[in-house]
Nanobody, 116 residues
Framework: QVQLVESGGGLVQPGGSLSLSCAAS????????MSWWRQAPGKERELVAS????????NYADSVKGRFTISRDNAKNTAYLVMNNLKPEDTAVYYC?????????WGQGTQVTVSS
């Protein structure tokens, strides 16, 4: 059974940091591109960051470039998103996605709230 389980969300003040984790099981993690998406209330889901299956390349939305870092550990079947200098506009539910040519899997999401 495929599972993607996000953790690490919470409430943080502006300028603070959070680290999200996405633990994967039920598929060959090292062959999938991993991505983090987010969805704020009343807005469409947007792509935040992606990393290739071997971790050699990553890309970011302009809104988070320089503040967020995506990484993965294929030995632990886990993807990460480190978020620094958080802003109120980063408030959203953050979702982990695994994707290859044939399949796309989603996690259940974790809430990130940036507020003073």
């Amino acid at each position: 059974q495929v599972q993607l389980v996000e953790s690490g969300g919470g409430l943080v003040q502006p300028g603070g940091s959070l680290s999200l984790s996405c633990a994967a099981s039920g598929f060959i993690f090292s062959t999938y591109t991993m991505s983090w998406w987010r969805q704020a209330p009343g807005k469409e889901r947007e792509l935040v960051a992606s990393i290739t299956s071997d971790g050699s390349s990553s890309n970011y939305a302009d809104s988070v470039k320089g503040r967020f870092t995506i990484s993965r550990d294929n030995a632990k079947n886990t993807a990460y998103l480190v978020m620094n200098n958080l802003k109120p506009e980063d408030t959203a539910v953050y979702y982990c996605q695994a994707r290859n040519l044939l399949d796309t899997y989603w996690g259940q999401g974790t809430q990130v709230t940036v507020s003073s």
